[in-house]
């Protein structure tokens, strides 16, 4: 059986900043790409942040670069988001999610048709 699980969420203030953990369980998370996407209320799935397998090549998207960071720790079979200046507009629950494709093109790994495994999410709340 293969398990994603995210951890960190929770209730912060515009500007705080939480770090969300994605850890894999049933497989080892060392040769596959990682990507985190979220949904807010009545929208769409979304990708944000996402990383590979060998060269840790990372892309965001446009609304968070600069203030997210997604990185790999492979000893501990996890994946981190770290998630500084938050805004409101940030709200949404946070799924974890991996691939094991040899060949993915720049920006492709914010698509979700790219990935087979997804974690079963955690809720981040960005108010005042």
């Known amino acids: 059986q293969l398990q994603l699980v995210e951890s960190g969420g929770g209730l912060v203030q515009p500007g705080g900043s939480l770090r969300l953990s994605c850890v894999a369980s049933g497989f080892t998370m060392d040769y596959y790409g990682v990507g985190w996407f979220r949904q807010a209320p009545g929208k769409e799935r979304e990708g944000v942040s996402c990383i590979s397998s060998r060269l840790r090549t990372t892309y965001y998207a446009d609304s968070v670069k600069g203030r997210f960071t997604i990185s790999r720790d492979n000893a501990k079979n996890t994946v981190y988001l770290q998630m500084n200046d938050l805004k409101p507009e940030d709200t949404a629950v946070y799924y974890c999610?991996?691939?094991?494709?040899?060949?993915?093109?720049?920006?492709?790994?914010?698509?979700?048709?790219?990935?087979?495994?997804w974690g079963q999410g955690t809720q981040v709340t960005v108010s005042s």
């Open positions: 999610a991996a691939h094991r494709r040899t060949l993915v093109l720049q920006g492709m790994c914010l698509m979700k048709s790219v990935y087979d495994n």
